[in-house]
């Protein structure tokens, strides 16, 4: 989300100047142009994350518990509540011990393909919260 604001906040400013520079036919397509590329990144950025399935049910549960724990880990970090985030954060050591004693050595002994997927969901699952929104 930083980089979604981030984005939004340039494009304002390119807005505000292109407005003092309406006199010119160009101004109104650029502005034009702007307006679309911020319709397409906030459109992106709140596209939902579609869970993969993996033929181990351990597996399985653990991708499902994961996008449950990073929607509340955003829920508490953008709230600033500190029983919240006390609570994801000891989620998250245990997630981590999950895929790391279990998850990963199960899905590259079992399949590249499996295990190349299982990547991609946890960058997608990183992006999601290095764009969530921050405390205000």
Do not use: H, R, W
Request: proline fraction near 4%.
């Amino acid at each position: 989300m930083k980089s979604k604001i981030f984005i939004i906040s340039l494009c304002a400013t390119f807005l505000f100047v292109f407005a003092a520079c309406k006199n010119s036919p160009k101004a109104d397509a650029d502005e034009q142009k702007t307006e679309a590329v911020v319709e397409e990144v906030v459109e992106e950025a709140e596209k939902p994350i579609e869970i993969p399935t993996f033929k181990d049910e351990k597996v399985q549960k653990f991708v499902n518990d994961y996008a449950a724990f990073v929607d509340e880990y955003i829920e508490a970090y953008t709230a600033n509540d500190a029983q919240k985030i006390k609570k994801v954060t000891e989620k998250a050591k245990k997630l981590a011990t999950q895929q790391k004693n279990y998850v990963e050595p199960t899905l590259i002994k079992t399949s590249a393909v499996q295990y190349q997927k299982f990547v991609e969901f946890m960058g997608k699952m990183a992006d999601k919260v290095n764009k969530a929104p921050q405390a205000k």
